[in-house]
């Protein structure tokens, strides 16, 4: 199994705050890496794709990089709306999400 | 617009069965890869179960052999069957649209959820 290990599992910031959460696959999973945000009580919503493809409608302050065993997820400019909790996801080997990033504010 | 609903979900005992249900409108089922993910409370996201358009499934070892997806293409929707509930399958059932790129796939589009809780 590919275990995905997100940090950290959370992280307190400001509006306007950039901020970097990093995910770490447990062996190469080339580009085959997606970001959610969640938000309480509610279905996750898809930000990235591949690693580094923004979903349609989704703000570009939302950036995603990396490959192969090591990405990050950074959001720029950061919003009252985007304190929520990011999840990583694989899909090279059966699929995996990682554990979570709260962000709060 | 593509919109999905679970159904299904509730209290059932230790050892129990339970089929969730998820209808689908503006998509077809059966031409979809679909999935389903469930979060037990407090905690993170799981992959459950995935029908390939093709028909092929896959699950994590968690379910093996307890949990099986299928379709009914004439209701358009999409069902999880799990037998030999434990408690930690207590959960928020979601079920979800994967799409398929080059290889890869991501969940785009998914349901409300619906609440499992396997108790005495």
């Known amino acids: 199994d590919i275990q995905m290990t997100q940090s950290p599992s959370s992280l307190s910031a400001s509006v306007g705050d950039t901020v970097t959460i990093t995910c770490r696959a447990s062996?190469?999973?080339?580009?085959?890496l997606n970001w959610y945000q969640q938000k309480p009580g509610k279905a996750p919503k898809l930000l990235i794709y591949?690693?580094?493809s923004l979903q349609s409608g989704v703000p570009s302050r939302f950036r995603g990089s990396g490959s192969g065993t090591d990405f990050t997820l950074t959001i720029t400019s950061l919003q009252l709306e985007d304190f929520a909790t990011y999840y990583c996801?694989?899909?090279?080997?059966?699929?995996?999400f990682g554990q979570g990033t709260k962000v709060e504010i | 617009e593509v919109q999905l609903a679970e159904t299904g979900g509730g209290l059932i005992q230790p050892g129990g069965s339970l089929r969730l249900s998820c209808a689908a409108s503006?998509?077809?089922?059966?031409?979809?890869?679909m999935s389903w993910v469930r979060q037990a409370p407090g905690k993170g996201l799981e992959w459950v179960s995935i029908?390939?358009?093709?028909?092929?499934?896959y699950y994590p070892e968690s379910v093996k052999g307890r949990f099986t997806i299928s379709r009914d293409n004439s209701k358009n929707t999409l069902y999880l069957h799990m037998n030999s509930l434990r408690a930690e399958d207590t959960a928020v059932y979601y079920c979800a649209r994967a799409v398929v790129i080059t290889g890869m796939d991501y969940f785009d589009c998914w349901g409300q959820g619906t609440l499992v809780t396997v108790s005495s």
């Open positions: 029908i390939y358009s093709g028909g092929s499934t």
């Open positions: 503006g998509l077809t089922v059966s031409s979809n890869y």
């Open positions: 591949g690693a580094s």
């Open positions: 062996q190469s999973i080339n580009t085959y």
């Open positions: 996801q694989q899909s090279h080997i059966a699929r995996t």
